[in-house]
């Protein structure tokens, strides 16, 4: 059973920086498009970032300019570099691989303090 696994949240000042990873447990077959998702308490789960095999990238709109999502394809690793945080960057991130079928993590706690 194939499981995709997070690290790097925790608990930062607002404006300062973190970088989030994420990577496979094991091989996952003909990824399509990786992402990260985020979830506040009570809130629903919302796109933050994908990144296709090819490298094209899109954003929510409140995180464009601030976030920087990247892959490194060889490893099936994704990178999200997260600076100028605010208060409500707060969440539980998720990472997430589509192929035929879609692949989750568990997600790590990002906490933005002001």
Same mark, same amino acid.
């Given at each position: 059973?194939?499981?995709?696994?997070?690290?790097?949240?925790? &608990?930062?000042?607002?404006?300062?920086?973190?970088? &989030?990873?994420?990577?496979?447990?094991?091989?996952?077959?003909?990824?399509?498009?990786?992402?990260? *998702? $985020?979830?506040?308490?009570?809130?629903?789960?919302? &796109?933050?970032?994908?990144? =296709? =095999?090819?490298?094209?990238?899109?954003?929510?709109?409140?995180?464009?300019? $601030?976030?920087?999502?990247? $892959?490194? /394809?060889?490893? /099936?690793?994704? *990178? &999200?570099?997260?600076?100028?945080?605010?208060?409500?960057? !707060?969440?539980?991130?998720?990472? /997430?691989?589509? !192929?035929?079928?879609?692949?989750?993590?568990?997600?790590?706690?990002? =906490?933005?303090?002001?």
């Amino acid at each position: 059973q194939v499981q995709l696994l997070e690290s790097g949240g925790g &608990l930062v000042q607002a404006g300062g920086p973190l970088r &989030l990873s994420c990577a496979p447990s094991g091989r996952i077959f003909r990824t399509k498009t990786m992402g990260w *998702y $985020r979830q506040a308490p009570g809130k629903q789960r919302d &796109l933050v970032a994908t990144i =296709t =095999t090819g490298g094209s990238t899109e954003y929510a709109d409140s995180v464009k300019g $601030r976030f920087t999502i990247s $892959r490194d /394809n060889a490893k /099936n690793t994704m *990178y &999200l570099q997260m600076n100028s945080l605010k208060p409500e960057d !707060t969440a539980v991130y998720y990472c /997430n691989a589509e !192929t035929v079928f879609s692949y989750w993590g568990q997600g790590t706690q990002v =906490t933005v303090s002001s």
